[in-house]
């Protein structure tokens, strides 16, 4: 887990949990009254009401009254949510008042330069842990010679207009990302286009660019094959895998980029 903000998020728990509050008393005013009880014989469920109170005789409920029981379930069920609701809410306000300043993940940050370079830290921060991630060395594949040169806006050499995109939308959004690192998938050594280490969570996600749909030999060798040794690693398609397609007709576009980036990287 990178650097924490616990502030943030109870902040997110919180706004789940009134958005739910809000719903359930909203629902609760609308409720009819009585109670609901429910009896099983034979695998089968049969429903009684009584009004509550002094009036604690049964009735059943017949077929045709089985929305009666719903919203007597539904009301008992809202109840309960909204106490297990406002339990959590005490619990999180509670937790707020006797939470320190700072968590044991900032105490290596604070400390003075001169004293870090002497500790092993139990957890480093996002920063040392993003700059320590690049600066692991590693032999990216070569392109061949002949091949047209593109560059990004960071004056790393790529394999085409699509990869300059991507690379450029990576470093605009602050996201760390090594181009053609090696990966082995089992026994097979193979060359994702960009290793991404998405943060804060520092997960690592591949993001692969195929480029040339219309060669239905690319597509078996890049998109078939190249999936199912994903998928046999453990790497899924749309949680450590990231893939985006071109086709002459239908080229690449930033638009597009950029909606990849905010739903899986942000």
């Known amino acids: 887990m990178s650097e924490v903000d616990i502030n943030k998020e109870f902040s997110k728990r919180e706004a789940e949990l009134n958005k739910v509050m809000k719903v359930c008393e909203s629902k609760l005013k609308k409720a009819p009254s009585g109670r609901l009880k429910v009896r099983n014989y034979k695998g089968k469920s049969y429903y009684y009401v009584s009004g509550g109170g002094a009036d604690s005789r049964l009735k059943y409920l017949r077929n045709s009254e089985y929305d009666k029981a719903k919203q ?15 339990r959590e809410l005490s619990a999180i306000h509670s937790y707020q008042k006797k939470m320190p300043a700072k968590t044991y993940e900032q105490t290596y940050d604070a400390l003075n330069p001169g004293r870090k370079v002497l500790i092993t830290p139990h957890f480093l921060p996002d920063s040392e842990f993003v700059k320590g991630w690049l600066e692991e060395p590693y032999e990216p594949y070569e392109i061949e010679p002949g091949v047209a040169k593109h560059y990004t806006d960071l004056g790393e050499e790529v394999r085409s207009k699509s990869e300059v995109m991507i690379a450029n939308a990576l470093m605009k959004a602050g996201i ?39 060669d239905p030999g690319y597509v078996e060798r890049n998109l078939l094959k190249k999936i199912d040794e994903y998928e046999e690693s453990g790497i899924f398609l749309g949680d450590g895998l990231i893939i985006t397609r071109e086709t002459a007709a239908t080229p690449l576009n930033i638009k597009k980029v950029m909606r990849i980036i905010d739903h899986y990287l942000m």
């Open 72 to 86: 007597l379930a539904q009301r008992d069920y809202d109840a309960r949510t909204l106490d297990a609701v406002n």
């Open 176 to 214: 760390p990302y090594k181009y053609e690192c090696p990966l082995f998938l089992g026994d097979v050594k193979v060359h994702p286009d960009f290793t991404i280490l998405k943060m804060p969570s520092r997960k690592v996600v591949y993001w692969e660019h195929l480029g040339r749909l219309d």
